[in-house]
T-cell receptor
Framework: GAVVSQHPSWVICKSGTSVKIECRSL??????MFWYRQFPKQSLMLMAT?????????EQGVEKDKFLINHASLTLSTLTVTSAHPEDSSFYIC????????????FGAGTRLSVL | GENVEQHPSTLSVQEGDSAVIKCTYS??????FPWYKQELGKRPQLIID?????GEKKDQRIAVTLNKTAKHFSLHITETQPEDSAVYFC??????????FGTGTSLTVIP
């Protein structure tokens, strides 16, 4: 089946630093990748939709200058949390949609971000 | 934008009984409705999905129904087993462009 790799799985950083999270589709091409944020015991909140070769589409209320998304290739999207603060601590999950007319998305294992 | 509501937030059933989780959505343009199962510490996994041109879909013990007019869809799990215990999320999407999730249902199957 389709595999999505997300790295790192856990990162701890100091307040004010930036953190980059990578999302890779390992055995398929993904023209569209999604970034979600999940709080403990809560749902997945869509942050942005990332399309290869174009700017990401951010959901209302998500700061695009704080959460920089780059989708430079058909297999890689990155999320950079800039100038991280403790309130950015959360679980971030990416997903990738198989190229083509289908709607199925495959999820990465998630990244736990802890900002001190 | 789309708003998806999910009920109940927690559900406990005896092994062998059925479990039903319900979701409503607000955007009539949504046409794809997947259900995901997320076990503790793991990534969400698609368990079943339905498109708006279908009213019901079944896969072994799992079935999903969709009422487009009322904008609600439901997940039905029959003959529940302890390994069905997990958090279940419904979602709504417009042709796979964005996915909006419900708030999740924590299902516990009691042996």
């Amino acid at each position: 089946g389709a595999v999505v790799s997300q790295h790192p799985s856990w990162v701890i950083c100091k307040s004010g630093t930036s953190v980059k999270i990578e999302c890779r589709s390992l055995d398929f091409q993904a023209t569209t990748m999604f970034w979600y944020r999940q709080f403990p015991k809560q749902s997945l909140m869509l942050m942005a939709t990332s399309n290869e070769g174009s700017k990401a589409t951010y959901e209302q209320g998500v700061e695009k200058d704080k959460f920089l998304i780059n989708h430079a290739s058909l297999t890689l999207s990155t999320l950079t949390v800039t100038s991280a603060h403790p309130e950015d601590s959360s679980f971030y999950i990416c997903s990738a949609k198989v190229q083509g007319p289908g709607y199925i998305q495959y999820f990465g294992a998630g990244t736990r971000l802890s900002v001190l | 934008g789309e708003n998806v509501e999910q009920h109940p937030s927690t559900l406990s059933v005896q092994e062998g009984d059925s479990a039903v989780i319900k979701c409503t959505y607000s955007d009539s343009a949504s046409n794809y409705f997947p259900w995901y199962k997320q076990e503790l510490g793991k990534r969400p996994q698609l368990i079943i999905d339905i498109r708006s041109n279908v009213g019901e879909k079944k896969d072994q013990r799992i079935a999903v129904t969709l009422n487009k007019t009322a904008k609600h869809f439901s997940l039905h799990i029959t003959e529940t087993q302890p390994e069905d215990s997990a958090v279940y999320f419904c979602a709504a999407s417009n042709t796979g462009n964005q996915f909006y999730f419900g708030t999740g249902t924590s299902l516990t199957v009691i042996p």
